[in-house]
């Protein structure tokens, strides 16, 4: 069974925090995602990796940015939280080069910003 | 740009209800597409996929997907709902771009 982790499943934080989301897969697969969950607005795409060290700009890049230093494990950071970003975090992972691209999806991080 | 549309943002049915929930696409070429549910407090999980093929597909729980490519739709159906399909439900598209496009989400409350 894929499984896909989340360092917190609920994150208090203060406007300007730096903040660190972090999640691990354990099914070796290559690719490596965050969106957000909003109600009304489905899941968004922040980043993603297609391997270590490598990312790309999802559809709202803007205020944050990612770290993958090994395949199992890919950051979110915030590098000064506002309250905009308060919001669910969605970590998935998927299989490189299948077209299915069957994406698993970790529990979420609730991250709240005051 | 790619785009996915989910018109029934809360939908409330008695169990035993018929469901269909709409999904529309807009992409020109190739499409793979997806439904994702999820129950409360739970995981976002595959319910089925359409990659090629016989266009109904069948998922788990009963569900089932069409996708017409000339209505660029493929909506969800499942003949008889029970109490246990409460969840919120999201139509998900991929044309080779390596991420999901997802729609904004149906929430579906089943009454008793």
């Known amino acids: 069974d894929v499984k896909v982790t989340q360092s917190s499943r609920y994150l208090v934080k203060r406007t300007g925090e730096k903040v660190f989301l972090e999640c691990v897969q354990d099914m070796d697969h290559e690719n490596m995602f965050w969106y957000r969950q909003d109600p009304g607005l489905g899941l968004r795409l922040i980043y993603f990796?297609?391997?270590?060290?490598?990312?790309e700009k999802g559809d709202i890049p803007e205020g944050y940015s990612v770290s993958r230093e090994k395949k199992e494990r890919f950051s979110l950071i915030l590098e000064s939280a506002s309250t905009n970003q308060t919001s669910m975090y969605l970590c998935a992972s998927s299989i490189q080069g299948a077209s299915t691209d069957t994406q698993y999806f970790g529990p979420g991080t609730r991250l709240t910003v005051l | 740009a790619q785009s996915v549309s989910q018109h029934n943002h809360h939908v409330i049915l008695s169990e035993a209800a018929s469901l269909e929930l709409g999904c529309n696409y807009s992409y020109g070429g190739t499409v793979n597409l997806f439904w994702y549910v999820q129950y409360p407090g739970q995981h976002l999980q595959l319910l089925l996929k359409y990659f090629s093929g016989d266009p109904l597909v069948k998922g788990i729980k009963g569900f089932e997907a069409e996708f017409i490519k000339s209505k660029f739709s493929f909506n969800l159906r499942k003949p008889s709902v029970q109490w246990s399909d409460t969840a919120e439900y999201f139509c998900a598209l991929y044309t080779g771009r390596r991420a999901l496009t997802f729609g904004s989400g149906t929430r579906l409350q089943v009454q008793p």
């Open positions: 990796s297609y391997d270590v060290k490598m990312k």
